[in-house]
């Protein structure tokens, strides 16, 4: 297993020989403003470059969108990727959204597992934000609350655990005690909206799942990019905490079984 960070959420997960793109959004710096209901709404994104070209990214066999949100999808993934490659996506809704854009393989991955080239792919649930808080919000905005976290498993892996936009919340406990995954991708930048709530892990959260998983490697990932964030890569670092690592744009991690 390989784990590429790209930039934001844009990871690419190489498992059981299969590379997978998650959640590309490949704009440039500074191409779109800051959320409206976020804070640091005057600030541009996203704030740095992709690290390689978009040529070499969507250089992959199939496509994982967590969620159809701006800062995880955009026109300029739409228009690179081959509209002919496995794409998954989390629900019925989002799987007519990515048809109508003319992908042709659009599936939704299943809670109780999709199979994939020898690759079993588990839909989890999250909390993008507070649901009470957040999902109103969310809706204000015209945009959908709900995210999802994904399992990658296979008898030739260590199995993969990519959170997805969320919280430390029940939900991922849930996941965490089903699945015991070994590796753990979070996004962990503290998204923060302008009533004060979190979208995403923040550094409490952080300690919180490093504590739960003392036998897991967690990777912080969506970080230093979006306008919203609370949370940077160096406040991460200085939290200390073991089994946490923090990969700079264009780092890869390998795990051996």
Not at 2 to 28: C, E, G, V
Not at 136 to 148: E, I, K, R, T, V
């Amino acid at each position: 297993m390989q784990i590429h960070q790209i930039r934001s959420a844009t990871i690419i997960i190489t498992y059981n020989n299969k590379r997978f793109l998650i959640d590309p959004w490949l704009m440039p710096k500074d191409y779109m403003p800051g959320f409206d209901v976020g804070l640091n709404s005057n600030v541009r994104q996203p704030r740095v470059e992709l690290p390689i070209s978009i040529e070499k990214i969507v250089d992959v066999d199939a496509v994982i969108l967590t969620h159809y949100h701006p800062d995880h999808w955009d026109e300029f993934a739409a228009k690179a990727i081959n509209k002919d490659i496995p794409f998954f996506v989390q629900s019925e809704i989002d799987k007519d959204i990515i048809e109508k854009l003319g992908f042709k393989d659009v599936r939704v991955i299943s809670e109780n597992g999709t199979d994939f080239e020898g690759i079993k792919l588990y839909k989890t649930n999250c909390q993008h934000g507070k649901r009470e808080t957040v999902k109103p919000l969310c809706l204000q905005a015209g945009l959908p609350y709900d995210s999802m976290g994904i399992v990658f498993k296979s008898e030739n892996e260590k199995t993969l655990y990519v959170a997805g936009d969320t919280i430390w919340c029940e939900e991922v406990k849930e996941a965490l005690d089903k699945h015991n995954p070994d590796v753990i991708v979070t996004n962990s930048c503290g998204a923060t909206v302008i009533n004060g709530e979190r979208l995403i892990m923040n550094l409490d959260d952080m300690k919180e799942i490093s504590s739960y998983c003392k036998n897991s490697t967690i990777i912080a990932s969506h970080m230093d990019t979006v306008s919203h964030l609370t949370v940077t890569r160096d406040d991460i670092k200085n939290l200390k905490l073991n089994n946490v690592l923090v990969p700079d744009d264009n780092a890869i991690i390998n795990f051996i079984k």
